[in-house]
């Protein structure tokens, strides 16, 4: 995988980057708001990444998905901007701030084990369409 440091490269994470935050900004304003007190937009960022991340790991590995910047494009930049560690910790500080503790326990289960169970079958996925 040829993943240097040049213009081609540095545009897709750049591009992919702006689309994915552009993307979970817009599922903050969707979906937060339905349970305020649990950020769902967050949420249902992290759980999509996750797929589309188990997805795109499939492809990458049945060689599909092979042009570096592209694969750049996808993974680091929009899937990196999609997904978000750092709204994550926040939000989970500010519900245990509040005493919330039962939903900030939920809160980061689901974040965490939602996520890699949605990695696995977005790969699952790929190797079912492949056969």
């Given at each position: 995988?040829?993943?240097?440091?040049?213009?081609?490269?540095?545009?897709?994470?750049?591009?992919?980057a702006?689309l994915?935050?552009?993307?979970?900004?817009?599922?903050?304003?969707?979906f937060?708001?339905?349970?305020?007190?649990l950020?769902?937009?967050?949420?249902i960022?992290n759980?999509?990444?996750g797929?589309l991340?188990?997805v795109a790991m499939?492809?990458?590995g049945?060689g599909?998905l092979d042009?570096?910047?592209?694969?750049?494009?996808v993974t680091t930049?929009?899937?990196?901007?999609?997904?978000?560690?750092?709204a994550f910790t926040?939000?989970s500080?500010?519900?245990?701030?509040?005493h919330?503790?039962?939903l900030a326990?939920f809160h980061a289960?689901?974040?965490?084990?939602?996520?890699?169970l949605?990695a696995?079958l977005?790969v699952?996925?790929?190797q079912?369409v492949?056969?």
């Amino acid at each position: 995988m040829n993943s240097a440091i040049n213009f081609t490269n540095t545009v897709a994470v750049g591009l992919g980057a702006a689309l994915g935050a552009w993307s979970r900004w817009g599922l903050g304003i969707a979906f937060n708001a339905i349970l305020p007190n649990l950020p769902l937009g967050t949420l249902i960022a992290n759980l999509s990444g996750g797929l589309l991340m188990g997805v795109a790991m499939g492809l990458i590995g049945l060689g599909s998905l092979d042009h570096p910047s592209l694969r750049l494009f996808v993974t680091t930049g929009f899937l990196g901007g999609l997904t978000t560690f750092s709204a994550f910790t926040g939000e989970s500080l500010s519900l245990l701030h509040r005493h919330e503790y039962h939903l900030a326990t939920f809160h980061a289960f689901t974040h965490m084990f939602g996520a890699l169970l949605m990695a696995a079958l977005g790969v699952a996925a790929v190797q079912y369409v492949k056969h």
